[in-house]
């Protein structure tokens, strides 16, 4: 049974579930009534040390750089409309594998040309991040995001940290307004 977790709760996953080598970290979302436009949200993964940092431009992981540098990340591709029903995108992760200076694996998510489109996470219901063993299948924990979010246009779902020798989920929930650029500006991740 899934661990539900509310914004800033936390659960360590290796305690939960003492053999997990293979994670992956399920997205997913529904457009609310939109006016017709395409509505296509993008996850994002940021690897970042001690300092909230990413290692290098290489530890951001998206759909046009779909493996971390160990390759211990991978990205499943971009879906572009969030049809149907479970997870719209997801990510890959060998916990072993986790380079060693990588402390906390951060899942955002953004609206692909937010402005022009004018449209914000107010617009999109049903949004979750949830982790399951890979191997099992499994589903450990789960974060569903209820807040009203009406100016934001990306939002960091939670993260996957490193607590001593476990590795835990935090379900953070909160928003940014200025899309990718902002929240790649905020983990140290230069965009042209």
């Known amino acids: 049974?899934?661990?539900?977790l509310q914004k800033g709760g936390n659960?360590?996953?290796?305690?939960?579930?003492p053999g997990l080598s293979q994670a992956r970290v399920g997205l997913g979302w529904d457009a609310r009534t939109t006016d017709g436009a395409a509505f296509d949200l993008d996850t994002s993964v940021f690897l970042v040390g001690d300092s909230g940092q990413v290692l290098s431009d290489a530890h951001f992981?998206?759909?046009?750089?779909?493996?971390s540098p160990d390759g211990a990340v991978v990205h499943s591709?971009?879906?572009?409309?969030?049809?149907?029903?479970?997870?719209?995108?997801s990510v890959s992760i060998d916990l072993a594998g986790v380079d060693p200076s990588v402390q906390r694996i951060v899942f955002a998510v953004t609206i692909h040309e937010a402005e022009s489109r004018r449209q914000n996470f107010g617009?999109?219901?049903?949004?979750?991040m949830r982790v399951l063993n890979a191997e099992s299948d499994s589903e450990l924990a789960r974060f569903d995001l209820s807040e009203?979010?009406?100016?934001?246009?990306?939002?960091?779902?939670?993260?996957?940290?490193?607590?001593?020798?476990?590795?835990?989920?935090?379900?953070?929930?909160?928003?940014?307004?200025?899309?990718?650029?902002a929240l790649a500006a905020t983990h140290g991740v230069r965009i042209g």
């Open 1 to 4: 049974m899934a661990i539900s």
């Open 11 to 17: 659960v360590s996953l290796t305690k939960t579930d």
């Open 61 to 67: 992981v998206f759909y046009n750089q779909k493996t």
């Open 77 to 89: 591709g971009d879906n572009l409309t969030g049809a149907g029903s479970g997870d719209d995108e």
């Open 123 to 128: 617009m999109v219901r049903n949004a979750f």
């Open 148 to 181: 009203d979010y009406s100016i934001e246009t990306a939002m960091v779902f939670g993260e996957i940290y490193r607590h001593g020798a476990e590795w835990k989920f935090k379900a953070v929930g909160q928003g940014f307004e200025g899309g990718l650029q």
